[in-house]
């Protein structure tokens, strides 16, 4: 995920110009979701957290990699838990690094 994308997509829609002179700008992106890999011991321990497609900012892959790791450690096995239990994480950093940059 590229934090400068979501800024464009969440950012208020400007319509003060007069109906005549407003041009359309269509911004068209193709979402394509990070991949996380995490590899487990024998004893089915998380052992590593790797990045395997990236969303193109190191701070966003690096909190993934880390919040993946912890819910996994909770006992979550199945992707759909473990993405559940990562995406409101992501998505606060998300949020806290596009207030930063305004």
């Known amino acids: 995920m590229s934090l400068w994308l979501?800024?464009?997509l969440l950012a208020p829609a400007v319509q003060d110009a007069p109906e005549a002179s407003q041009e359309e700008i269509?911004?068209?992106a193709r979402q394509e979701r990070m991949r996380v890999?995490?590899?487990y011991d024998r004893k089915r321990r998380v052992r590593?957290?790797?990045i395997s497609k990236t969303s193109g900012d190191a701070g966003f892959d690096r909190t993934a990699c880390e919040t993946t790791v912890a819910c996994a450690r909770t006992g979550l096995?199945?992707?759909e838990e473990?993405?559940?239990c990562v995406r409101p994480k992501?998505?606060?950093y998300a949020r806290t690094q596009?207030?930063?940059?305004q």
Do not use: D, F, M, W
């Open 37 to 39: 890999s995490l590899k």
């Open 6 to 8: 979501a800024a464009l």
């Open 98 to 101: 596009l207030g930063q940059e």
């Open 82 to 84: 473990i993405r559940a």
């Open 48 to 50: 590593a957290c790797a």
């Open 90 to 92: 992501l998505l606060a």
């Open 26 to 28: 269509v911004v068209t």
């Open 77 to 79: 096995r199945e992707v």
